[in-house]
């Protein structure tokens, strides 16, 4: 049997799967560097198996050599690139480092140089030169793949994540077989005097590379749909989209949300989703929450120059269902600016109409609506209570002062009853220099002290010019009456005040 042709036959079989696994991938996602040292990872390993493809079969010396050579691109490299792949998968920091990549990459460099002019036909390599090249190549190949799979597995034991921990489990042992494979054909069992074996490392690694495919496959690895799902509608969505990983970090941001918010995209990715939100709105945006498909709606969103942008959020957590893992979530803010603005007109229209232009109280009218509303919402507990008040002798202030100075008068006492009734009530020009209280949930003794406590208190405020005042209040309790008859019965109460020497609440 020509073992020399079949082990020539799988690497070309070998060449195309690894082409094909590594454009597939890298196709998945195209801007990812992790995709493009995956990509490159495996066409080391095809430049490896193409030229042993012909090496096997090559009789002559000359023609070995030149193939021999042409496989130094790949055998040379692949150890370099997959711990540098590993550290980029894994998020490490000396990925980014200069120094690292250097230290990384150096040792593919120089042995590529030395099987490549220190050794062929025609060249006498120093006896010396071999050894050292040899062990060297050893270490190297063994000690950055000892480190890769290491690195692995670390990155599988610290995460939460159970996709991750299954890519993990899957990469480790399809990377230790082809491994323990090649080192136990090429290094141990020819030490021990067993030289039989023909360099088979390119198909060893075909393992490696179906057992990530697997992972490719299964569990999304080197991919992230909801990131390629976002290129390709973003530049049709109107709406900001950003999209967070299962740690809450941003790993997308559309490029109208950066047009929106002022940020570059190296500003916001891998930065927390809470960046974008103010102290008292990131709570909403906690990891257990984004694992729901939540809705909020009226919050901000904070600039890069600290303004505000009002959003109504659409939060899509992003789920692996085959094992139930947490992925991240893609985040839909909806500008609500303009709706928000003509919100906020209405309202403010809104206010005109049922406030008193000179004491921002509740007029004559919008009071009476919201007693109806009091007298219907009482049912029959009938806890509800009115008071009328009315400032004594006020029209000596307007002859005396003038009708301006009168009208800061009136602010003034507004202010007064506002701050006494506070949230427990509503407070209401009635007309002239008479006001009403209407106090919910609230029995005649209670509203007869709450009566006493701002009748003391205009007594003993010091108005501008020395001015001291006093006012008269009625007070009564809901009983079943029609609401203009309830007014009535306070304002009775109001009157029975005054005839009994005013400065007084009668109830």
Not at 342 to 356: A, P, T, W, Y
Request: charge should be neutral; aromatic fraction near 14%; charged fraction near 20%.
């Amino acid at each position: 049997m020509d073992y020399d042709s079949i082990f020539s036959a799988l690497s070309l079989v070998a060449v195309f799967a690894y082409m094909y696994i590594g454009i597939y991938t890298y196709k998945k996602n195209r801007k990812s560097t992790i995709n493009r040292f995956f990509l490159l990872l495996c066409t080391s390993y095809a430049i490896w198996s193409f030229a042993y493809a012909f090496a096997y079969l090559s009789y002559n010396k000359e023609v070995f050599s030149f193939w021999n050579k042409v496989s130094a691109i790949g055998w040379c490299s692949f150890s370099a690139i997959t711990l540098y792949l590993v550290l980029l998968m894994t998020d490490n920091i000396f990925a980014k480092n200069n120094i690292v990549r250097i230290l990384i990459f150096s040792p593919a460099a120089l042995f590529f140089y030395m099987s490549v002019f220190l050794f062929g036909k025609g060249i006498k390599t120093p006896t010396m030169i071999t050894h050292i090249f040899y062990i060297g190549d050893f270490l190297y190949n063994f000690s950055f793949l000892l480190m890769s799979i290491l690195l692995i597995f670390l990155w599988g034991a610290r995460t939460n994540s159970k996709r991750i921990k299954l890519q993990a489990k899957i990469l480790i042992i399809s990377s230790i077989i082809p491994f323990t494979l090649n080192l136990l054909t090429q290094t141990i069992l020819p030490m021990a005097g067993y030289n039989d074996f023909p360099l088979m490392g390119q198909l060893y690694a075909l393992i490696m590379i179906m057992g990530t495919y697997r992972v490719i496959g299964k569990y999304k690895f080197l991919m992230i749909p909801e990131k390629v799902v976002l290129e390709e509608v973003e530049n049709k969505i109107i709406d900001m989209v950003i999209v967070v990983n299962e740690k809450g970090e941003l790993i997308k941001v559309s490029s109208h949300t950066l047009s929106m918010l002022g940020y570059e995209e190296n500003e916001l990715i891998n930065k927390k989703i809470t960046i974008l939100f103010d102290y008292a709105t990131k709570e909403k945006f906690t990891l257990p929450l984004l694992q729901q498909d939540i809705n909020y709606y009226d919050i901000e969103i904070v600039k890069k120059k600290g303004t505000r942008i009002p959003v109504n959020v659409h939060a899509i957590p992003i789920w692996d269902k085959k094992i139930n893992d947490f992925l991240g979530a893609a985040i839909v803010m909806q500008d609500i600016s303009i709706e928000y603005e003509l919100r906020k007109k209405n309202e403010e229209l809104h206010q005109k109409s049922i406030r008193d232009g000179l004491t921002n109280l509740y007029n004559h009218q919008y009071s009476f609506e919201l007693l109806d509303r009091e007298i219907n919402e009482a049912g029959y507990l009938k806890r509800l209570s009115l008071l009328m008040i009315d400032i004594d002798y006020f029209k000596k202030v307007n002859d005396t002062y003038g009708h301006l100075f009168g009208d800061c008068v009136l602010k003034t006492i507004a202010g007064i009853l506002m701050t006494t009734v506070d949230d427990n009530g509503y407070v209401g020009r009635f007309g002239g220099e008479e006001f009403i209280i209407i106090l919910p949930d609230t029995d005649l003794n209670k509203a007869y002290e709450t009566g006493e406590k701002i009748r003391s208190s205009i007594e003993h405020y010091e108005f501008d010019q020395n001015l001291k005042l006093t006012v008269s209040i009625g007070v009564s309790q809901y009983k079943t009456e029609y609401t203009r008859d309830f007014v009535k019965k306070t304002d009775d109460l109001l009157y029975k005040a005054k005839q009994n020497g005013r400065n007084r609440v009668e109830g």
